[in-house]
């Protein structure tokens, strides 16, 4: 029984899709985290919804007119930071507004809002096609491998500018590549949670495994595992109870973030840490 | 005929109009120990920055007699360990971990390599040629004294600890030169001590060339085999002795130390 939801053609792309989405944005969102810029992924899905808004506008597939406009307004932004020196807060105060506004701009001026564009906003991940499907797992195994292969730059480059810059990491390069990255990912997480919600798969699978005091690797790892077991059984329960998948999703990872923070509190972590330290004393 | 480690000629910085360095000129020999004195805000720091690319400035700097695109190249090889390494403190970096960041990749220690033998210098490596990543991570560990605190997390260690892992990340790419800007202000006696035996250590035995700026005047008198006192301008550079002879360079590094010192007090 517990398994006729996997007959279902839409449920095995919701699936596919929302697995891959989640261990992108998880890994993508823990550089994010730790380089303090975790709302960038929010402004950025604003500007991507202003970006989904154009393509109706000129009745072009509207992912790719957000792929285009998120990411080259993350680069945007990241030139104009470096070169005015506005603090990071304020860039994505700028982002935000301005993306958002862009979009509720165009959808006034053509024929008002649509049930599509809401489910850009709020996300429609059990009506992914098999074209959004084959686009959005493509595009997220591309970031992942990039992740990859750039991972130890990256790491040295997000704990430390300066020595990176100095160990001949060509650290502005990087730093584009990584928020043109991350612009993509906000694309293809549109779907799952929608625009509004995207924030939440980047930062709290991340804030909770952080809290768990391990080497880099294990909390990416950790990570991961909460974002996808999260979305697997969001998108379970969201079937069984009918309610909406993303809702669901989000508030199961902030359950996780809770319970952590609860048994961090009561002692279970630092304990742990407390007995590593004694055996290395002993 | 072997080149300088380090030659610094005219060097001068300025910031919005006001010269933090002002036309300093100095060399470094291979396998030196040269200790910068001067009180704060004497450009210490700017130099160093200005060695390392991440400061413009007036005047030539070069590495091993190398300049532009050789001079990045040999850049890498450069271990530094500022005064204080501004991290994110939440970052879930083990010791381990944070070693590892300062691993070179092979291609750029080979090029490194045969710019280095061209120029005739001799380049002590720390580690065997066959060693791999893990093992100079151990080992570079076990010079400063970490080996135990290898899987804990940088932040929980104390700020003399999270220097010495620092150290142990400039170690492991095999440093031609390390450059260390004040690395144990603030750390208490008991772990300064380790520091200086780490440093002796690395010096005479794997003759790394280093550059160490400190306010601890005992400490360069013990382990500097040269000095350099600096205050925007460059007023002594030479041997250790001459300097630790000559009242009047003491007395006023003293006094600006001293009112320095006091002006920490009053804050």
Request: hydrophobic residues 50%.
């Amino acid at each position: 029984m517990t398994l006729d939801i996997l007959s279902y053609g839409f449920m095995q792309r919701a699936l596919l899709t929302g697995v891959v989405v989640s261990i992108t944005c998880s890994m993508i969102g823990l550089f994010l985290v730790l380089k303090r810029y975790s709302l960038f992924g929010d402004a950025l899905s604003h500007v991507a919804f202003g970006g989904i808004a154009l393509g109706y506008f000129f009745n072009i597939y509207p992912i790719w007119t957000a792929f285009a406009v998120s990411v080259s307004a993350a680069l945007g932004i990241t030139k104009l930071r470096k070169s005015t020196k506005i603090s990071g807060d304020a860039a994505i105060a700028v982002l935000l507004s301005s993306g958002f506004a862009m979009g509720v701009l165009l959808i006034s001026a053509s024929h008002g809002f649509t049930i599509d564009l809401f489910s850009f906003l709020f996300g429609s991940i059990l009506l992914t096609s098999i074209q959004d499907t084959l686009l959005i797992v493509g595009v997220s195994c591309g970031v992942i491998l990039t992740l990859i292969a750039i991972r130890k730059p990256l790491i040295h480059f997000t704990f430390d500018e300066e020595q990176a810059k100095v160990h001949g990491i060509p650290v502005e390069k990087l730093n584009y590549l990584f928020v043109a990255l991350a612009a993509v990912t906000v694309i293809a997480t549109m779907r799952l949670v929608g625009i509004l919600l995207i924030s939440a798969l980047i930062v709290l699978p991340n804030i909770t495994s952080i809290m768990m005091g391990r080497g880099f690797k294990k909390t990416m790892i950790i990570s991961i595992s909460l974002s996808v077991s999260a979305v697997i059984v969001g998108i379970t329960i969201s079937y069984y109870f009918n309610l909406a998948p993303a809702g669901t999703i989000v508030m199961l990872m902030v359950a996780m973030f809770v319970g952590t923070l609860i048994a961090k509190h009561v002692g279970l972590f630092s304990k742990k840490v407390h007995e590593n330290n004694l055996s290395t004393v002993n | 005929m072997s080149v300088n480690a380090l030659d610094v000629e005219n060097v001068s910085v300025s910031h919005n109009g006001v010269l933090a360095v002002n036309k300093i000129s100095f060399s470094v020999q291979e396998g030196d120990l040269l200790g910068i004195v001067g009180p704060n805000g004497a450009g210490k720091t700017t130099l160093f920055r200005a060695i390392l690319g991440l400061q413009s400035y007036q005047g030539k700097i070069k590495l091993f007699g190398y300049e532009g695109s050789q001079y990045t190249t040999l850049l890498s090889m450069v271990g530094y360990v500022p005064q204080k390494v501004n991290f994110e403190p939440n970052f879930p970096a083990t010791v381990y971990d944070v070693v590892a960041m300062g691993i070179l990749s092979k291609k750029k220690l080979a090029k490194g390599a045969a710019l280095i033998q061209s120029c005739g210098c001799c380049w002590n490596r720390i580690f065997s040629t066959s060693s791999k990543d893990r093992e100079k991570i151990e080992e570079s560990l076990k010079i400063v004294g970490l080996e135990s605190f290898k899987d804990r997390r940088i932040s929980e260690l104390s700020g003399g600890e999270q220097q010495r892992a620092f150290i142990a990340k400039s170690l492991v790419k095999e440093p031609l030169l390390m450059i260390l800007d004040e690395p144990v202000t603030g750390v208490d006696m008991d772990v300064q001590n380790k520091f200086y035996s780490v440093l002796r250590k690395i010096n005479k035995e794997n003759k790394i060339t280093i550059v160490w700026s400190s306010h601890d005047l005992t400490a360069i008198s013990d382990l500097a085999t040269r000095v350099a006192c600096m205050n925007r301008e460059l007023f002594f550079h030479g041997e250790k002795e001459e300097f630790f002879a000559n009242k009047d360079l003491l007395k006023m590094y003293s006094e600006s130390a001293m009112q320095l010192h006091m002006h920490k007090h009053d804050m």
